[in-house]
């Protein structure tokens, strides 16, 4: 049997109420292979089975943001997603924002330069949510940055740090001649 058709039955399988499933996705643009129970949430998958410990649980409903991920540059609540859901996408943690050099992204120096975080619990999933963001809207007007931000919770900042650090990533990513966010 191929793998292809190994991967066909197990989901054929899942279907059928059986225990686990064969996924494959890309974690931070390495490819993953793995077996899942078919009830496993992406959070714990990705703390437990890779290491992703900047992948924060927190509400456990997807409602505080601290679990953002990007999946196929989409920003999801991880710890309210199915892992078989990720089969075939690309998963995005923020272990995989910086480059492989250490470089970090735009979101993470304009984080740093304008003390867009204070206890850093949020400050992942604003990362990621927010690296979603300008990946759609590079550079998005005040409004929507609210609104964007508007679904992560966070404590500590009353949100004009944040606004101020997705404005100030915004435009370092400019600076940068138009280089992937």
């Not at 890779?50 to 992948?55: D, M, P």
């Not at 993470?108 to 400050?123: H, I, L, P």
């Not at 997705?166 to 370092?172: Q, S």
Request: net charge negative; proline share 3%; charged share 20%.
């Amino acid at each position: 049997m191929t793998e292809y058709a190994d991967r066909d039955a197990d989901r054929s399988a899942a279907a059928n109420g059986e225990l686990d499933t064969c996924i494959e996705f890309a974690l931070n643009g390495v490819k993953q292979t793995m077996r899942v129970d078919t009830n496993a949430i992406l959070l714990d998958v990705l703390r437990n089975n890779h290491g992703c410990k900047g992948v924060r649980g927190s509400c456990e409903r997807g409602v505080c943001g601290a679990c953002t991920v990007l999946v196929d540059d989409v920003p999801v609540a991880s710890c309210s997603t199915f892992a078989f859901s990720v089969d075939g996408a690309s998963v995005e943690t923020v272990e995989g924002l910086a480059a492989p050099d250490g470089t970090l992204s735009p979101q993470q120096r304009a984080f740093s330069e304008c003390g867009g975080f204070q206890c850093g619990f949020c400050t992942s999933g604003m990362l990621m949510l927010t690296t979603g963001l300008l990946r759609q809207d590079p550079q998005p007007d005040r409004g929507t940055i609210r609104e964007w931000i508007s679904s992560n919770t966070c404590r500590c900042t009353g949100y004009e740090m944040i606004l101020e650090s997705v404005e100030r990533a915004a435009e370092l990513s400019g600076e940068t001649n138009g280089d992937s966010v």
